[in-house]
């Protein structure tokens, strides 16, 4: 005979991303910026269009409340750093390549892909550089 199984909640009690987290990360982000040497209009579209007042006032470390679309674009942008980190021996060849025409995007940068602004862009060139290195 079938049984029932108890339903779970649509979401999680605690959060998957810290308050705490969520503000190291937007902290690392801003620094990652400088490293990518991208303008804050990009930057901002990078967030998901992140007001120029609000960016400003990360950029001086009070990046204020995060909610779960941030704190993902936050986690993939982290993810990019971390798979260019291994990827690339060298950290500068890395930031580099954020801006370097790619066959594998029909010779646009990931940057111009990320800067669309949609989270799925972000996602495209997390997923790639999670394949070149043999993340799956």
Do not use: C
Not at 17 to 24: F, K, L, P, Q, R
Not at 26 to 34: K, S, T
Not at 83 to 112: H, K, M, V
Request: hydrophobic residues 50%; positive net charge.
């Amino acid at each position: 005979m079938l049984q029932e199984l108890a339903r779970t909640a649509p979401a999680p009690d605690q959060p998957a991303i810290s308050d705490a987290e969520a503000a190291a990360m937007a902290r690392a982000v801003v620094r990652l910026f400088g490293k990518w040497q991208i303008s804050d209009a990009v930057a901002r579209a990078l967030l998901g269009g992140l007001p120029a007042r609000s960016y400003a006032r990360w950029k001086a470390g009070e990046p204020g409340r995060i909610d779960r679309d941030l704190a993902t674009r936050l986690s993939l942008l982290m993810g990019i750093h971390k798979a260019l980190r291994i990827i690339f021996t060298d950290p500068a060849r890395g930031y580099a390549w954020i801006g370097t025409p790619n066959g594998a995007f029909g010779q646009r940068s990931p940057l111009e892909i990320m800067a669309q602004g949609d989270i799925f862009a972000l996602a495209r060139i997390r997923a790639h550089l999670d394949a070149e290195r043999g993340g799956w």
